[in-house]
Protein backbone atom coordinates (compact mmCIF):
# COMPACT_ATOMS: atom_id res chain seq x y z
CA UNK A 1 0.00 0.00 0.00
CA UNK A 2 1.02 3.41 -1.00
CA UNK A 3 -0.31 5.94 1.42
CA UNK A 4 -0.80 8.86 -0.55
CA UNK A 5 -0.18 11.64 1.98
CA UNK A 6 -2.04 15.32 1.88
CA UNK A 7 0.20 17.84 1.48
CA UNK A 8 -1.95 20.94 2.17
CA UNK A 9 -3.52 19.05 5.18
CA UNK A 10 -0.33 18.52 6.39
CA UNK A 11 0.86 22.02 6.28
CA UNK A 12 -2.46 23.18 8.23
CA UNK A 13 -2.03 20.10 10.71
CA UNK A 14 1.33 21.25 11.62
CA UNK A 15 0.35 24.97 12.24
CA UNK A 16 -2.36 23.76 13.57
CA UNK A 17 -0.65 22.71 16.45
CA UNK A 18 1.38 25.71 17.23
CA UNK A 19 4.42 25.76 15.15
CA UNK A 20 4.25 29.35 14.20
CA UNK A 21 7.53 30.00 15.13
CA UNK A 22 9.10 30.88 11.53
CA UNK A 23 5.72 32.88 10.93
CA UNK A 24 6.42 34.87 14.50
CA UNK A 25 10.42 35.88 13.60
CA UNK A 26 9.34 36.90 9.45
CA UNK A 27 7.05 39.10 10.83
CA UNK A 28 9.78 40.87 12.86
CA UNK A 29 12.73 40.14 10.31
CA UNK A 30 11.27 39.19 7.34
CA UNK A 31 14.20 38.29 4.68
CA UNK A 32 14.75 41.09 2.80
CA UNK A 33 16.79 39.37 -0.60
CA UNK A 34 17.51 36.15 -1.39
CA UNK A 35 20.75 35.62 -0.03
CA UNK A 36 18.94 36.91 3.66
CA UNK A 37 16.42 33.94 3.35
CA UNK A 38 19.50 31.22 1.79
CA UNK A 39 21.77 32.45 4.23
CA UNK A 40 24.61 32.41 1.54
CA UNK A 41 26.78 35.80 -0.30
CA UNK A 42 25.20 34.87 -3.49
CA UNK A 43 22.44 33.05 -4.81
CA UNK A 44 22.13 30.27 -7.60
CA UNK A 45 19.80 30.42 -10.52
CA UNK A 46 17.31 27.35 -8.28
CA UNK A 47 17.46 29.92 -5.49
CA UNK A 48 17.01 33.11 -6.85
CA UNK A 49 13.50 31.24 -8.72
CA UNK A 50 12.47 30.00 -5.55
CA UNK A 51 12.92 33.68 -3.56
CA UNK A 52 10.93 35.01 -6.86
CA UNK A 53 8.16 32.98 -5.90
CA UNK A 54 8.73 33.78 -2.67
CA UNK A 55 8.07 37.09 -3.54
CA UNK A 56 4.74 36.80 -5.43
CA UNK A 57 3.21 33.18 -4.80
CA UNK A 58 0.42 33.83 -6.98
CA UNK A 59 -2.95 32.18 -6.70
CA UNK A 60 -1.86 28.55 -7.73
CA UNK A 61 0.26 28.58 -4.42
CA UNK A 62 -2.38 27.04 -2.29
CA UNK A 63 -0.43 25.97 0.83
CA UNK A 64 1.74 28.96 0.78
CA UNK A 65 -1.67 31.13 0.52
CA UNK A 66 -3.74 28.95 3.39
CA UNK A 67 -0.61 29.69 6.10
CA UNK A 68 -0.54 33.53 5.14
CA UNK A 69 -4.72 33.36 5.87
CA UNK A 70 -3.93 31.29 9.13
CA UNK A 71 -1.39 33.72 10.37
CA UNK A 72 -3.52 36.86 9.29
CA UNK A 73 -6.11 35.29 11.39
CA UNK A 74 -3.73 35.39 15.07
CA UNK A 75 -2.62 38.52 13.93
CA UNK A 76 -6.04 40.16 14.07
CA UNK A 77 -6.60 38.34 17.28
CA UNK A 78 -3.54 39.84 18.94
CA UNK A 79 -2.85 36.73 20.74
CA UNK A 80 -0.61 34.06 21.21
CA UNK A 81 -0.83 30.66 19.46
CA UNK A 82 -1.29 27.55 22.23
CA UNK A 83 -0.19 24.04 20.67
CA UNK A 84 -3.08 22.20 19.32
CA UNK A 85 -5.86 25.22 19.70
CA UNK A 86 -6.83 24.97 16.25
CA UNK A 87 -9.25 28.37 16.58
CA UNK A 88 -6.86 30.20 14.23
CA UNK A 89 -6.46 27.15 11.50
CA UNK A 90 -10.44 26.99 11.69
CA UNK A 91 -10.52 31.23 11.08
CA UNK A 92 -7.41 30.67 8.23
CA UNK A 93 -8.96 27.97 6.27
CA UNK A 94 -12.07 29.10 6.79
CA UNK A 95 -11.72 32.78 4.73
CA UNK A 96 -9.61 30.91 2.46
CA UNK A 97 -12.16 28.87 1.01
CA UNK A 98 -14.49 31.42 0.82
CA UNK A 99 -12.31 33.54 -1.27
CA UNK A 100 -12.10 32.60 -5.20
CA UNK A 101 -9.16 30.70 -6.81
CA UNK A 102 -7.80 31.79 -10.10
CA UNK A 103 -5.21 29.23 -11.25
CA UNK A 104 -5.10 27.57 -14.71
CA UNK A 105 -3.40 23.80 -15.28
CA UNK A 106 -1.67 25.34 -18.07
CA UNK A 107 -0.01 28.05 -15.68
CA UNK A 108 0.70 25.73 -12.81
CA UNK A 109 2.60 23.73 -15.11
CA UNK A 110 5.14 26.32 -16.77
CA UNK A 111 5.92 26.78 -13.23
CA UNK A 112 6.46 23.30 -11.76
CA UNK A 113 8.07 22.54 -15.31
CA UNK A 114 10.48 25.59 -15.15
CA UNK A 115 11.50 24.44 -11.14
CA UNK A 116 12.31 21.53 -12.57
CA UNK A 117 14.57 21.93 -14.95
CA UNK A 118 16.34 25.49 -13.01
CA UNK A 119 16.67 22.90 -9.92
CA UNK A 120 17.62 19.90 -11.41
CA UNK A 121 20.55 19.36 -9.13
CA UNK A 122 18.45 19.97 -6.34
CA UNK A 123 15.55 17.66 -6.83
CA UNK A 124 18.18 14.91 -7.93
CA UNK A 125 19.05 14.32 -4.05
CA UNK A 126 16.98 11.88 -1.94
CA UNK A 127 15.66 12.32 1.37
CA UNK A 128 14.49 9.88 4.19
CA UNK A 129 10.76 11.44 3.97
CA UNK A 130 10.27 9.81 7.54
CA UNK A 131 12.85 11.50 9.39
CA UNK A 132 12.88 14.31 11.29
CA UNK A 133 13.39 17.61 8.95
CA UNK A 134 16.16 19.14 11.25
CA UNK A 135 17.78 16.22 9.72
CA UNK A 136 17.80 17.52 6.29
CA UNK A 137 21.13 18.82 5.73
CA UNK A 138 20.70 20.27 2.39
CA UNK A 139 18.02 23.23 2.87
CA UNK A 140 18.05 24.70 -0.76
CA UNK A 141 17.49 20.84 -1.99
CA UNK A 142 14.71 20.33 0.55
CA UNK A 143 13.60 24.10 -0.54
CA UNK A 144 12.72 22.90 -3.77
CA UNK A 145 11.37 19.64 -3.38
CA UNK A 146 8.85 21.94 -1.33
CA UNK A 147 8.27 24.75 -3.89
CA UNK A 148 7.63 22.22 -6.25
CA UNK A 149 5.22 20.51 -4.22
CA UNK A 150 3.45 23.52 -3.49
CA UNK A 151 2.73 24.78 -7.19
CA UNK A 152 2.53 21.06 -8.60
CA UNK A 153 -0.60 20.04 -6.03
CA UNK A 154 -1.68 24.07 -6.22
CA UNK A 155 -5.03 23.02 -8.25
CA UNK A 156 -5.87 19.53 -5.73
CA UNK A 157 -4.98 21.12 -2.67
CA UNK A 158 -7.44 23.82 -3.10
CA UNK A 159 -9.88 21.31 -4.38
CA UNK A 160 -9.51 19.15 -1.45
CA UNK A 161 -8.75 21.59 1.56
CA UNK A 162 -12.20 23.18 0.24
CA UNK A 163 -14.35 20.31 -0.22
CA UNK A 164 -17.54 19.72 2.28
CA UNK A 165 -19.21 16.75 3.34
CA UNK A 166 -22.73 16.09 3.01
CA UNK A 167 -23.43 18.45 6.67
CA UNK A 168 -21.62 21.28 4.51
CA UNK A 169 -18.56 21.34 6.94
CA UNK A 170 -14.96 21.61 5.19
CA UNK A 171 -13.52 18.37 4.98
CA UNK A 172 -9.91 19.64 5.62
CA UNK A 173 -11.07 20.75 8.63
CA UNK A 174 -13.01 17.92 10.25
CA UNK A 175 -10.14 15.56 9.80
CA UNK A 176 -7.76 17.70 11.27
CA UNK A 177 -9.48 17.76 13.74
CA UNK A 178 -9.52 14.39 14.49
CA UNK A 179 -6.19 13.81 13.33
CA UNK A 180 -4.81 16.33 16.05
CA UNK A 181 -7.02 15.31 18.68
CA UNK A 182 -5.14 11.46 18.47
CA UNK A 183 -1.97 13.18 18.51
CA UNK A 184 -2.36 15.24 21.16
CA UNK A 185 -3.45 12.37 22.91
CA UNK A 186 -0.76 9.81 21.75
CA UNK A 187 1.86 12.81 22.89
CA UNK A 188 0.69 13.88 25.49
CA UNK A 189 0.55 17.35 24.18
CA UNK A 190 3.97 17.55 23.37
CA UNK A 191 4.49 21.23 21.48
CA UNK A 192 7.46 20.06 19.71
CA UNK A 193 5.67 16.85 17.86
CA UNK A 194 5.57 17.08 14.20
CA UNK A 195 4.22 14.83 11.40
CA UNK A 196 6.78 13.34 8.93
CA UNK A 197 6.90 14.32 5.34
CA UNK A 198 5.70 11.29 4.35
CA UNK A 199 2.42 11.25 6.24
CA UNK A 200 4.06 7.81 8.24
CA UNK A 201 5.05 8.78 11.61
CA UNK A 202 4.31 11.49 14.27
CA UNK A 203 8.21 12.33 15.77
CA UNK A 204 8.22 13.37 19.55
CA UNK A 205 10.44 16.21 20.71
CA UNK A 206 12.67 13.48 22.09
CA UNK A 207 12.85 11.97 18.74
CA UNK A 208 10.52 8.92 19.09
CA UNK A 209 8.16 8.06 16.55
CA UNK A 210 5.07 6.89 16.87
CA UNK A 211 3.26 5.07 13.60
CA UNK A 212 -0.11 6.82 12.37
CA UNK A 213 -2.28 4.25 12.44
CA UNK A 214 -4.05 3.17 8.73
CA UNK A 215 -7.49 3.50 9.97
CA UNK A 216 -6.85 7.37 9.36
CA UNK A 217 -6.78 6.04 5.88
CA UNK A 218 -10.63 4.92 6.21
CA UNK A 219 -11.95 8.24 7.82
CA UNK A 220 -14.45 9.52 4.85
CA UNK A 221 -13.47 12.81 4.39
CA UNK A 222 -9.55 11.61 4.00
CA UNK A 223 -10.74 9.41 1.23
CA UNK A 224 -12.65 12.19 -0.62
CA UNK A 225 -9.73 14.63 -0.19
CA UNK A 226 -7.04 11.77 -1.30
CA UNK A 227 -9.17 10.67 -4.12
CA UNK A 228 -8.61 14.56 -5.50
CA UNK A 229 -4.84 13.75 -5.33
CA UNK A 230 -4.74 10.59 -6.55
CA UNK A 231 -6.67 11.80 -9.95
CA UNK A 232 -4.57 14.95 -10.16
CA UNK A 233 -1.14 12.79 -9.87
CA UNK A 234 -1.79 10.00 -12.38
CA UNK A 235 -3.24 12.58 -14.96
CA UNK A 236 -0.28 14.96 -14.21
CA UNK A 237 3.24 13.60 -14.35
CA UNK A 238 6.51 14.50 -13.00
CA UNK A 239 9.57 13.72 -14.62
CA UNK A 240 10.14 10.51 -13.63
CA UNK A 241 13.38 10.34 -11.60
CA UNK A 242 11.66 13.24 -9.28
CA UNK A 243 8.63 10.95 -9.08
CA UNK A 244 11.15 8.24 -7.68
CA UNK A 245 12.71 10.59 -5.03
CA UNK A 246 9.07 11.93 -3.62
CA UNK A 247 7.02 8.83 -3.39
CA UNK A 248 9.36 5.54 -4.85
CA UNK A 249 10.02 4.09 -7.81
CA UNK A 250 7.15 2.00 -6.98
CA UNK A 251 3.99 3.74 -6.41
CA UNK A 252 0.54 2.71 -6.92
CA UNK A 253 -2.00 5.33 -6.44
CA UNK A 254 -5.17 4.12 -6.99
CA UNK A 255 -4.32 1.58 -4.37
CA UNK A 256 -6.48 2.61 -1.24
CA UNK A 257 -6.98 0.31 1.43
CA UNK A 258 -10.29 -1.84 1.86
CA UNK A 259 -12.18 -0.25 5.19
CA UNK A 260 -14.66 -2.25 7.17
CA UNK A 261 -16.81 -0.31 9.83
CA UNK A 262 -15.78 0.34 13.63
CA UNK A 263 -12.14 -1.48 13.04
CA UNK A 264 -12.78 -5.10 12.39
CA UNK A 265 -10.76 -7.55 12.62
CA UNK A 266 -9.55 -7.55 9.01
CA UNK A 267 -8.75 -3.70 9.58
CA UNK A 268 -6.36 -4.73 12.88
CA UNK A 269 -4.87 -7.67 10.85
CA UNK A 270 -3.50 -5.89 7.97
CA UNK A 271 -2.39 -2.80 9.91
CA UNK A 272 0.17 -5.25 12.02
CA UNK A 273 1.13 -7.21 8.68
CA UNK A 274 1.62 -3.25 7.36
CA UNK A 275 4.19 -3.31 10.17
CA UNK A 276 6.12 -6.11 9.28
CA UNK A 277 6.56 -5.78 5.40
CA UNK A 278 9.37 -3.21 4.04
CA UNK A 279 8.10 0.49 4.43
CA UNK A 280 7.29 1.82 0.84
CA UNK A 281 8.30 5.77 0.47
CA UNK A 282 4.87 8.00 0.65
CA UNK A 283 4.45 11.18 -1.14
CA UNK A 284 5.96 13.82 0.90
CA UNK A 285 3.97 16.80 2.47
CA UNK A 286 6.20 19.76 3.53
Known amino acids: LLLVAIFAIFIIQVQATGHYNDYEDWEHDYPDNCEELFKTKSCNKCQNLMWDHFENPGQCATA????????????????????????????????????GFHCEQSEVEKIYKKIEKVCSKELSIKFDWSAHPKTFKDKTAYAAYGTLLVYYTGIPSRKAICLKNDNGDLCSIKFTKKFVKWMKKVTKSDPEAIVSHDYQFVIKGNGKKI????????????????????????????????????????????????????????????ERNELNVNKRSAMPSF
Open 64 to 99: FNVGKKILKAIKDSNETPKPYDLKFFEKGMTNYCHQ
Open 211 to 270: RIPKSFQCDPCWRKMAKIFIDYIEKHKLKKSIEDNLWGSEHHHDDLPHCINKRGLAHVLN
